[in-house]
């Protein structure tokens, strides 16, 4: 028997702005009921998504967040080499981020890109590209390049150029996890404790391979949904009322994968995930 009662995916957004149609939160009790949207119709913000993890989420959630949780620090022995603020683990680098941006509204992170130590390793609009970028798709996490061997494509979360960067995401992401730190385990940086809610990071690529996309062709239409989710176990969704949004059709087909997956034991011990990765960069779940 699960210790999970229920599934969620939340594919986040890092643009500017109050409410973000980017964000869409799907949720699937255990069993094979479809994965149901929540708030239907609505415009989230990150603050509503917050607020749903702590205050709106049924207990005993695995809660999936579409973004990177930290920054690579492996490959220089640093986030920020260089920068004498730079932080030793991932939770500093959170509460780092918070703090440069706590004018900033919305749990956004303009200030914090545009501080003149972290824009150093930062590839930005308007051909700016720091002095320690690093060139090329940028630094990446040991997660990412294991990613990489599975066949993804990972972008580095110091990319904030173009429709495949993930770098603002993952920076306002960062404001939520150190808001959610104190009321809900983030995995792996926290151990599973066996019972409550667990955050983890999700790759929601991950899950449209595992339903039988092929890859470099993971987005999922809407007359195809019923059968990636059978292949996930699941039964067919209720239709969406409007149009079918790619952030809706991922955070459905990743809830179903959590729920399919999340009892693989290799999931949660993958051979790369040493110590050091587990506090300074974290893991994606469903990377081995």
């Not at 990150?46 to 989420?57: N, S, V």
């Amino acid at each position: 028997m699960s210790r999970f009662s229920h599934f969620a995916a939340i594919d986040w957004s890092g643009a500017v702005g109050a409410r973000q149609r980017g964000i869409a939160v799907a949720l699937c009790a255990l069993g094979d009921a479809a994965p149901v949207l929540v708030r239907p119709g609505h415009i989230w913000s990150r603050q509503d998504a917050l607020d749903w993890m702590l205050h709106g989420m049924p207990a005993d959630t695995l809660v999936g967040l579409d973004l990177g949780p930290s920054l690579p620090f492996v490959d220089r022995g640093a986030f920020f080499p260089h920068w004498a603020e730079s932080p030793v683990d991932a939770r500093s680098l959170w509460a780092l981020v918070d703090r440069l941006c706590i004018d900033d509204p919305h749990l956004s992170a303009s200030s914090f890109v545009d501080h003149p130590e972290a824009a150093r390793h930062f590839r930005r609009h308007g051909g700016r590209e720091g002095d320690l970028f690093g060139g090329g798709r940028g630094r990446l996490r040991v997660t990412e390049l294991a990613q990489m061997a599975q066949g993804l494509n990972p972008c580095s979360n110091l990319n904030l150029v173009g429709a495949a960067q993930v770098g603002k995401s993952s920076l306002t992401g960062m404001r939520v996890l150190h808001r959610a730190q104190h009321r809900l385990p983030i995995w792996p940086f926290d151990p599973d404790p066996g019972s409550g809610s667990l955050i983890v990071e999700i790759y929601t690529s991950i899950a449209a391979l595992a339903a039988g996309k092929r890859k470099g062709q993971t987005k999922i239409g809407a007359g195809e949904l019923d059968d990636r989710l059978s292949a996930l176990g699941s039964a067919p969704h209720v239709p969406l009322a409007g149009r079918y949004s790619d952030h809706a059709t991922d955070s459905l087909l990743t809830a179903a994968w959590l729920r399919h997956a999340h009892a693989r034991a290799e999931l949660w011990a993958p051979a790369g995930m040493t110590p050091d990765v587990v506090q300074t960069e974290g893991w994606t779940f469903g990377v081995i």
